[in-house]
């Protein structure tokens, strides 16, 4: 006699924790989501080829909010000391969401082995580094795998396939998010709309999408502002020196 198979469907927030059944990460945005239907992949490296001015970190800062509301953590390490408070200031309201703004790059990478290793932030966001060396790309996919973790890195100046990374976005921009028509030719903000091609991870395949209002994401030299331009010991737009850059950060054993 055959016994009949018995099929248990699982509440989705144990479903979640299984790592053979877990779901990668959305956007949020349903014309993007549409051509990534499995979100962004947990475990594993994403590429986002999106230069200053490309909409990048708006996009960013779409999937940040998204990943809050849904109950997960978000890390975003500013590698390059630009963000502004007040695009991301919003987000601190939804959920664990951390900004570490490191000395150096290869404090960036450390930030993120550490962020990883807590295992308290399902997305970790590298900004406007350059390129991971392989063996820090390799150590921290596996961290990225161990914790169930989607971790983000938007280059300067690489490829994706120089640090491994499984799925690739590139992103520019579509409009200037600005809307013309007040006297004086003026323009004020509007929708800021950018091009997303998925250049790895699948077939090729676009999208056009809308990211919200036009903001200032990115500091511009101002008078309480350290000049980082400047090197150590001489004098910033602030008049005060700089700090010596911090040391070469202690890697945790594996």
Do not use: N, Y
Request: charged share 20%.
């Amino acid at each position: 006699m055959t016994l009949p198979k018995l099929h248990l469907s699982l509440p989705s927030r144990l479903e979640r924790l299984l790592p053979s059944r877990s779901h990668g990460l959305p956007f949020g945005i349903a014309a993007l989501d549409q051509r990534l239907p499995e979100g962004l992949p947990r475990g594993q490296i994403t590429s986002l080829d999106a230069p200053l001015g490309s909409g990048g970190t708006a996009l960013l800062l779409v999937l940040a909010e998204h990943t809050l509301r849904s109950g997960d953590g978000v890390a975003l390490v500013d590698a390059a000391r630009t963000l502004a408070p007040q695009a991301a200031a919003h987000l601190a309201e939804l959920g664990q969401f951390w900004v570490i703004r490191p000395r150096g790059t290869e404090s960036a990478w450390w930030c993120a082995d550490v962020l990883l290793r807590t295992g308290a932030f399902g997305l970790v966001v590298v900004d406007q580094s350059p390129a991971p060396p392989r063996r820090i790309a390799i150590r921290l996919q596996r961290l990225a795998r161990d914790k169930d973790a989607v971790l983000v890195v938007r280059p300067r100046g690489a490829a994706p396939a120089q640090f491994g990374a499984a799925l690739a976005l590139t992103v520019r921009a579509a409009s200037d998010g600005f809307v013309a028509g007040l006297p004086g030719g003026a323009a004020w903000p509007g929708p800021r709309t950018v091009h997303v091609e998925i250049a790895k991870g699948g077939a090729p395949r676009a999208a056009e999408v809308s990211v919200g209002l036009a903001l200032p994401h990115r500091l511009r030299p101002h008078w309480a502002v350290r000049d980082r331009r400047a090197g150590p010991g001489s004098r910033g737009i602030s008049g005060r020196g700089q700090r010596e850059r911090a040391a070469t950060p202690h890697w945790p054993d594996d």
